[in-house]
């Protein structure tokens, strides 16, 4: 790996995580007075509306976002990349808007279904107005992820999350019920928009009509298209078990205990993106200055096992204690979806994991690899979502596993994209499995054991206990891991250095 490259990745990896981990926090506090105020029920009801209009969001970017990214990072003129992401983007959330606004009259009209409150649909409209305004800020947001300038890019996230959070305890406050809820979503995504325009002031170039280069437009919907095609059944897996749980159950309760499931797992699922936003585009430059495959190669593993390090003794923390941490974080009555929470845990841990190959395989060019892989894993869990959660569809027996099939169809969906891409990875790369697997996976076991051990003796019913005993665990596994040579004292230390601001700052040149 290139020298100069390993702390400037290290670094920003960390600052995006850490920030992301702010978000995380500002997203927690909505969570927890948003369930406790309106239960689950209520809380399923903002959960089926955010599916409703939010299965429809391929629309509003078919696989462009990827190619911006790349065209960005490669040395493509700002203004020109700027201006077709931006009016491309635009027709495409007008044509998402008029298909959320079909499909609500569809709904009720030709198929006659009503919905289980009357302000269901108030909550629809108002989510759509959410995601519209999150469609636009993506641009800015993803343009400056494609420079890699992490700061503006978190701090539009952060305004984000952390006005939602104001304005819930605002809502709870003056009891303004599931519609004022609703309402934090709009209130979310006109202040992440403004964020993104203030900071776009001065920093990116004007957005012109005349920059938009007929070339370039064909260069961004090759790239995307195979990516699209993606999207489209990706989208449809991201929200339509949840749909499916609501679909097949008496009540909106289960589908607010899963989708609270998914919620609070969310601090650790979005080292994902955070790996992605920076990876992506070092990919793309490595590949455009034809460095060759090794540094790629090299990169890739190291990335690989570094998320081994981490994602293996939280993925078993996380199971032990699912239920303690769903009573504790929101509140007994969502207990229920410990075995749903666990399974998740297992499969978002091996989605973190092989995420780097994501980038990868898209930093090479290779589009049309990853939308063919992609579309096999979503394929797939639709089918799942289909015969798992309902126990009958146009009168056909089914499994009727709600929720825990919804998360189990979400880990087969994993791992047939482990397979896939580690597969690829290992013909195009020649890569090597990262060392010291077994290792880590010995020293999380051997720690989670007296761990789990002495929890039975200690009750759990409250947040600081659950974070003391994770603290722990933490510094029982980081022993381990020294004494299994999972990692050793000298690799932390360096990890510590590459932590440096400067290193968080530096721009890399085209």
């Not at 722990?472 to 020294?482: D, K, M, N, T």
Request: proline share 2%; with cysteine; glycine share 6%.
């Amino acid at each position: 790996m290139d020298a100069s490259l390993k702390p400037e990745l290290v670094s920003k990896v960390a600052f995006l995580y850490a920030s992301t981990i702010a978000s995380a926090v500002f997203s927690y506090i909505a969570l927890f007075f948003a369930t406790r105020f309106v239960g689950d029920t209520g809380y399923g009801i903002l959960a089926f509306a955010l599916s409703f209009s939010g299965v429809f969001l391929f629309i509003t970017d078919f696989g462009l976002a990827t190619s911006h990214i790349k065209k960005v990072s490669e040395g493509e003129d700002l203004q020109s990349c700027l201006s077709v992401f931006l009016f491309m983007r635009l027709a495409l959330v007008a044509a998402f808007a008029i298909i959320v606004l079909s499909a609500l009259f569809f709904w009720q009209e030709i198929l006659g279904q009503g919905f289980e409150t009357a302000d269901t649909q108030l909550v629809i409209l108002i989510i759509l107005l959410y995601y519209v305004q999150s469609s636009i800020t993506y641009v800015f947001t993803q343009t400056f992820l494609a420079q890699r300038d992490v700061i503006r890019a978190q701090a539009i996230a952060l305004a984000d999350v952390a006005s939602r959070a104001i304005a819930t305890l605002l809502v709870i406050a003056l009891n303004w019920g599931i519609v004022g809820l609703a309402c934090t979503y709009a209130v979310e995504g006109f202040v992440a928009l403004a964020v993104a325009l203030f900071l776009a002031r001065g920093r990116l170039p004007k957005i012109r009509l005349s920059a938009v280069k007929k070339t370039l437009v064909r260069q961004y919907a090759r790239f995307a298209a195979p990516i699209a095609v993606t999207g489209v059944f990706g989208t449809v897996v991201l929200y339509g078990d949840k749909i499916l749980i609501q679909y097949s159950s008496i009540s909106s309760a289960e589908t607010g205990i899963y989708f609270a499931c998914q919620r609070i797992l969310s601090f650790y699922v979005a080292l994902s993106p955070v790996i992605a936003s920076v990876a992506y585009p070092t990919f793309s430059q490595l590949n455009g200055k034809n460095q060759g495959r090794e540094s790629i190669s090299m990169v890739t593993t190291s990335m690989i096992r570094y998320l081994l390090i981490a994602t293996i003794p939280i993925m078993l923390f996380l199971i032990a204690f699912s239920g303690n941490v769903l009573s504790i974080f929101l509140s007994s009555s969502f207990a229920a979806g410990a075995t749903a929470f666990a399974i998740l845990a297992i499969g978002y841990s091996l989605s973190l994991t092989i995420s780097p190959f994501f980038s990868q395989t898209l930093g090479m060019g290779m589009s049309g690899t990853y939308g063919k892989y992609m579309m096999i894993s979503s394929l797939a869990m639709i089918a799942l979502d289909i015969i798992l959660i309902p126990s009958s569809l146009f009168a056909i027996p089914l499994m009727g596993w709600g929720m825990n099939g919804a998360a189990v169809s979400f880990l087969v969906g994993m791992v047939i994209l482990a397979i896939l891409f580690y597969s690829n990875a290992k013909k195009l790369l020649q890569l090597k499995a990262p060392k010291g697997m077994i290792a880590t996976a010995c020293a999380a076991i051997s720690a989670i054991t007296p761990v789990y051990a002495l929890s039975i003796y200690v009750e759990l019913s409250r947040f600081y206990e659950l974070i003391a005993i994770f603290f722990l665990y933490a510094g029982i596994f980081i022993a381990f891991a020294v004494l299994f040579r999972a990692i050793s004292v000298m690799e932390i230390k360096d990890m510590l250095k590459m932590l440096r601001q400067k290193n968080l700052l530096h721009r890399p040149h085209h």
